[in-house]
């Protein structure tokens, strides 16, 4: 006997690269090309260090008070976590406990089958039709949970609020989950529907629209009930999830509303002027509500333009999977960034568009 | 049908009070009277708050790297999570899938059921002997995985090394999981046996010796196998658990040794000489080698010294539990803290010896 066959196996998820080095363009992870608000750099580096020796706040109320009053919550209605991977890692232990499979899109974030494999949940994915639109009916059937992300990744698209409410009051029986990890680029939160439905659970992030991916920042909102349900687990888990400097550094960005709201208008500014551009050099843009693009060219393999803009330290991202496989996903950068992308996408495309025929 | 009905139900741990006045004298978590080393609060004040609007290294290289050069150990040998709980979550998830129940002893680290009950996994607990030593041979029957607190908590004592390697190498079937959260207070370590065992998981934290429970820093080491199935796992959960500045202030504490072993020094000096003073008082007090000391008094019930303390705002940690319900277990606060705790316990336990004839 060997302790090795007790381990339990598992196929992580695979997050874009992180290059180290400056000089890249990074367009892979969609990450704000903006810093943080300035109060985050005000509150670090006035940081009281001597408070560190202590555990902080298991209850994380400065931030869960804060996002409260910014949602037009109560503090109940808030659950905190190590980014939203960190949150919906909990949900899902926490709620997906019935035997039945759970619903999810074929095309989405690639973690969610991740998760359900880690914890042996069954799921079953749900085709997006040919224009990777929602189909609203195959989340009315039977299930053990729903996650829908809102706006979807990688494609970018929005399903309106409506069908999604239908899907929520369509399933008492199921929590649904709704991850709107790119709501905040144009996009319709469902929190409004919070109230109204106590199986509803919506989770955001600080890493693209507060750029704060390296703060490690995520929360859920739903009814008191849910989040208690949540609450429980994470203390079952870890009673201290949220470091002080990421607690004091969320409060501050949530406390910013004037930057945040400028920080996203240029990025939505920005997504419009790249999908204006990309479709002038023959690509087929989505209609994305995010801080990226998605994007097929007309004649030449996704894989081939992923390529050549590595090789020039342009880093966007490509799966190699099915229905996808002709298409980039490209983060939103700074106008700068945007600029080079598409001066050597136009400067490159010719030769890859004769290499092909 | 209710969504209700397939929520993990769960019995969250307890953590100890996190009073938010700071008049306490609060002793009742174990953290470190002394901040973190001067070179944390440094890296914060200089922290280039730009660099949160990226994801932090998922490998948080620096930081294995720099606990591997002080272990002796190398990169790939150690594995870093948000406090030593979340390492330990990780590694209950990780190792202990066999079915057959995990061992652990009956008076220990209360969080060891609660993540067995979390995941469903069987355990029984073996009772320490009478004075709560731990008993070497209730560990070599058939098990599905063992965990020891070494130091043990709440009683502070030490098993020997020579013991533990015994249980280690009389079970290649299982992993051996030795929290070492204390260890730096004057315990020896398991570290040197990683070499020999790949089977042994040694477990360390940054919140007590270290002085930084605030900030979420705790450590596994153990065979590169082990160590890569725990990554694994933690891929499957969270790509990013450790933010930017978690990572940046853990490595300069990790490189202000001098500082480690003056605090440490300092804590270890405390703790003997309260102990001292509360034998003198009527009180029985265990051989810590632990930042806190687990002690019973001669007549008086635990809960009710316990109850004094708390109504003179010395918080204690007190557990109305088989076996252990007259000890109290005091954390190594300043001298001047256990001074102040020592003058009041002489100038009330006349009082309750007489309340209790």
Request: charged share 25%.
């Given at each position: 006997m060997n302790w090795e066959n007790n381990v339990r196996r598992v196929v992580p998820y695979q997050a874009g690269e992180q290059p180290q080095s400056g000089k890249v363009i990074k367009l892979n992870t969609n990450e704000c090309p903006y810093p943080p608000s300035p109060r985050v750099e005000a509150v670090l580096h006035q940081f009281d260090y001597d408070v560190l020796r202590k555990y902080p706040d298991p209850d994380v109320s400065a931030l869960t008070g804060a996002l409260a009053k910014r949602h037009g919550l109560s503090r109940e209605q808030v659950f905190v976590g190590v980014g939203s991977d960190d949150v919906l890692a909990m949900a899902f232990l926490t709620f997906f406990n019935s035997g039945k499979p759970i619903l999810f899109p074929d095309i989405t974030y690639s973690f969610y089958d991740v998760w359900a494999d880690l914890y042996r949940i069954p799921y079953k994915c749900q085709p997006l039709d040919k224009d990777f639109l929602l189909v609203k009916e195959d989340y009315l059937k039977e299930n053990g949970g729903i996650v829908i992300a809102n706006p979807n990744a990688p494609t970018g698209i929005m399903t309106d609020v409506s069908d999604l409410e239908e899907i929520i009051r369509a399933n008492p029986g199921s929590v649904v989950i709704i991850d709107e990890a790119y709501v905040d680029f144009g996009g319709e939160s469902c929190v409004p529907l919070i109230q109204k439905y106590d199986n509803l659970l919506v989770v955001?992030?600080?890493?693209?629209?507060?750029?704060?991916?390296?703060?490690?920042?995520?929360?859920?909102?739903?009814?008191?009930?849910?989040?208690?349900?949540?609450?429980?687990?994470?203390?079952?888990?870890?009673?201290?999830?949220?470091?002080?400097?990421?607690?004091?550094?969320?409060?501050?960005?949530?406390?910013?509303?004037?930057?945040?709201?400028?920080?996203?208008?240029?990025?939505?500014?920005?997504?419009?002027?790249?999908?204006?551009?990309?479709?002038?050099?023959?690509?087929?843009?989505?209609?994305?509500?995010?801080?990226?693009?998605?994007?097929?060219?007309?004649?030449?393999?996704?894989k081939k333009i992923f390529e050549a803009l590595r090789a020039q330290e342009i880093y966007v991202r490509y799966w190699e999977k099915p229905r996808i496989d002709n298409y980039m996903r490209i983060s939103i950068g700074t106008r700068r960034e945007m600029d080079e992308t598409i001066r050597f996408l136009e400067s490159r495309l010719g030769e890859l568009e004769r290499e092909q025929s």
């Open positions: 955001q992030t600080f890493s693209k629209s507060r750029a704060m991916a390296g703060m490690r920042i995520g929360y859920a909102m739903g009814s008191r009930r849910l989040i208690r349900y949540l609450q429980d687990v994470k203390f079952s888990f870890n009673s201290y999830t949220m470091n002080a400097t990421a607690i004091a550094a969320g409060v501050a960005s949530v406390e910013d509303e004037e930057y945040f709201r400028e920080i996203t208008d240029k990025v939505i500014a920005t997504r419009e002027y790249t999908k204006e551009a990309l479709q002038k050099l023959g690509f087929t843009v989505t209609d994305s509500r995010t801080n990226f693009v998605f994007a097929a060219h007309r004649s030449i393999p996704a």
